[in-house]
């Protein structure tokens, strides 16, 4: 079992940034990848990016030079470094892990106002 807590969403004006944290606990020493997925009103939740174990990255199209993930050198901690932020980028940001299985954050608000 991991638990994922989540902190650092918020409300910004377009053009600002923010940085999101994950603090990964319980079998951390299980996961493989860590990332962060969204989910605006009305669409499917998105993979925004995500960091391996050996540390590759993956970002979504609409995010990269924007956007930057980190992960601490225990690698129970990722961070989402968002800069440049739009109104569009609003929208409940979720943290993943991937051990064998799936699992989840409960999520936090992001909201850019234009």
């Known amino acids: 079992q991991v638990e994922l807590v989540e902190s650092g969403g918020g409300l910004v004006q377009a053009g600002g940034s923010l940085r999101l944290s994950c603090a990964a606990s319980?079998?951390?020493?299980?996961?493989?990848?860590m990332g962060w997925y969204r989910q605006a009103p009305g669409k499917q939740r998105e993979l925004v990016a995500a960091?391996?174990?050996?540390?590759?990255?993956n970002y979504a199209d609409s995010v990269k030079g924007r956007f930057t993930i980190s992960r601490d050198n225990a690698r129970t901690t990722v961070y989402l470094q968002m800069n440049s932020l739009k109104p569009e980028d609003t929208a409940v940001y979720y943290c993943?892990?991937?051990?064998?299985?799936?699992?989840w954050g409960q999520g936090t608000q992001v909201t850019v106002s234009s």
């Open positions: 960091i391996t174990r050996s540390g590759r990255t």
């Open positions: 993943h892990a991937r051990t064998f299985w799936d699992y």
């Open positions: 319980g079998r951390d020493f299980d996961i493989q990848d």
